[in-house]
């Protein structure tokens, strides 16, 4: 094995969309497809004479970041301009932090096949999102779209102490569901809210080489842990046929599972960053800290194990649940008003599996969680069956369809029980010889078959008593 | 201070997307010098003791509550565009591949 000889060193800049109402320096509300440009205003286009003004709740966000990641805030921090020439930044700069930025040194614990590792954070910075361009792929055109210029981002760096694919995935689930407890961003990485930037080099003496490959914009743990294992082994593979490696820049081909080298011209690197004149250096008083630290959420590790206390579900199912914030919230309010270990077997082996097949939001579930204790309920006093809760479930998570209606529609088709019933008996002569004939234990049989015929919506003492009376008159 | 090369002054003003011809570049490297070693004194103080100085004025920075307008800008935020499709400004294809 390569990874025997080789050490592996992995580094990300992760940018985080924070979960603000309005842009980072203005007004402008933050969305996503809007009509083209219409979320803009004389700040985040750059006009001329237009200031920022810094927005209170982005600034609360970044340091409720900060200390989930266990992570030092400076007092006073400052605001730089990163200068370059791209269509989807019209300043001309991104405002951004350089020098002093809002934290600096936290921990990510992470733990792979069960070995606990820290992956240190080097630094947390604020900064603006710059615009969305579209390349024509006919003409000499590009389309720009400023609605995502000035949107508030968090930039969280980390040292690069993550030496395989494995813990590269674990770091990133592990921010995200941190991000996510905090309810500082969405971290929805198909609306481009989760972002990394993966910077990957290989050596052999196991120290950090001068080489690296940084592999941009990356918004799927899929492709990335796909663009890890590509670059690695491109990179071992250089290195033993003497290869001298170099920094490089490379995108992520989906199409190819292939890294490809970007055009990086000598000067792009050259950003001439400076004091941002138009921002005073930012003070967070250590009140405003105390308080966000006060109302930090339960984290997911104590979330698991109270669940496993509180509920008397499996360590195994309390973590998948406490892995997701919402999931979690919800699998609380069900397990309050039943069953908790049935909610839970539930939750992990339909609604999980449902959310997954169907690319399904956990929201989702939060829509229809008073629905789905009642669902439970009825299946465990047997009022339906598993195939029919299951099929309800389904129908109720990913068709938007009330309970109410799927148990009127089977109740008002089928639901003749005096009807299904002759017909079993019709259906079943043996079972009738042999009831007639004393054995009386056959009724269960067609109690099953009348069941089986209601689609699970009958009741089956009922079932019974009708059958019986039946019978007995025959 | 060093003395700019004319290949350093081209980098510098490609930087800023600024473009000279020949004659031009011969007349402003020496005022560009000239600039340069102005400011450049200041590099001859010993600043060992004191703190980065990054802003004039005590006020702290003032934040702006968390609420969104929304404008429907788009038809004036293109209104002056040089080139434009609709909603979208159009520049030259750019691509960083």
């Known amino acids: 094995m390569h990874n025997t000889r080789y050490t592996i060193h992995i580094g990300f800049e992760t940018h985080l969309q924070l979960k603000t109402d309005s ?252 004091p941002e004149p138009d921002l005073s250096p930012l003070i967070v008083e250590t009140e405003v800290i105390d308080k966000i630290r006060q109302n930090l959420p339960e984290l997911p590790d104590s979330r698991a194990l109270r669940f496993v206390s509180e509920y008397g579900i499996s360590k195994y199912q309390s973590e998948i649940i406490a892995d997701d914030v919402v999931l979690s919230e919800d699998f609380e309010y069900c397990a309050k008003r039943y069953n908790p270990i049935n909610i839970a077997n539930w939750v992990i082996n339909d609604v999980l599996r449902l959310l997954e097949e169907f690319k399904l939001d956990t929201s989702s579930f939060s829509k229809i969680r008073d629905k789905f204790v009642e669902l439970v309920r009825m299946f465990n006093d047997k009022k339906l069956t598993n195939t029919v809760a299951k099929e309800f479930l389904q129908k109720m998570l990913v068709n938007g369809e009330t309970l109410d209606s799927l148990l009127k529609s089977v109740s008002s088709e089928s639901i003749d029980l005096d009807k299904i019933a002759n017909e079993v008996i019709n259906e079943n002569p043996k079972a009738i010889a042999d009831y007639k004939g004393g054995k009386t234990s056959s009724i269960k049989f067609l109690t099953g078959q009348v069941m089986k015929k209601a689609k699970g919506m009958a009741d089956p003492n009922k079932a019974n008593e009708i059958l019986e009376k039946i019978l007995k008159g025959l | 201070m060093k003395n700019l090369t004319p290949d350093e002054i081209h980098h510098i003003a490609n930087l800023a997307r600024l473009r000279f011809d020949q004659n031009k570049l011969t007349k402003f490297s020496p005022e560009f010098q000239k600039i340069l070693n102005y400011i450049a004194k200041l590099q001859e103080l010993n600043v060992d003791k004191v703190e980065p100085y990054v802003w004039p004025l005590e006020d702290p920075l003032k934040l702006r509550e968390d609420v969104s307008q929304k404008l429907n800008y788009a038809a004036d935020a293109v209104k002056n565009a040089p080139v434009k499709e609709g909603d979208y400004f159009i520049v030259p294809r750019v691509i960083n591949e």
């Open chain 1, 23 to 274: 842009k980072m320096f203005c007004h402008c509300k933050v969305t996503f497809l809007e009509r083209p440009n219409s979320m803009t205003c004389p700040v985040c286009l750059g006009m001329p004479g237009s200031l920022p003004a810094l927005n209170r709740k982005a600034v609360e966000l970044g340091v409720k970041a900060a200390l989930l990641l266990g992570a030092r805030i400076n007092l006073r921090s400052k605001f730089d301009r990163k200068n370059y020439f791209y269509p989807d930044l019209p300043k001309n700069y991104q405002i951004t932090q350089y020098d002093i930025p809002l934290a600096t040194e936290g921990i990510v614990e992470i733990k792979t096949n069960d070995v606990v590792k820290k992956v240190f954070i080097q630094r947390i910075h604020l900064e603006e999102d710059a615009g969305k361009l579209m390349h024509s792929e006919t003409q000499n055109k590009s389309f720009v779209d400023l609605n995502r210029a000035g949107v508030p981002l968090a930039e969280i760096v980390t040292a690069p102490d993550i030496s395989s694919a494995d813990e590269a995935m674990e770091y990133l689930k592990r921010l995200k569901v941190l991000m996510r407890y905090g309810d500082v961003s969405n971290c929805d990485m198909e609306k481009g809210e989760f972002r990394c930037d993966v910077n990957v080099s290989v050596s052999k003496d196991g120290k950090l080489p001068e080489h690296k490959s940084e592999i941009k914009n990356m918004n799927s743990f899929r492709f990335i842990k796909q663009a890890l294992a590509y670059e690695i082994s491109r990179q071992i593979k250089a290195i033993e046929s003497g290869e001298v490696l170099t920094k490089k820049t490379f995108g992520f081909d989906v199409e190819k599972g292939a890294t490809f080298e970007m055009r990086s011209k000598e000067e792009a690197m050259d950003y001439r960053y400076f």
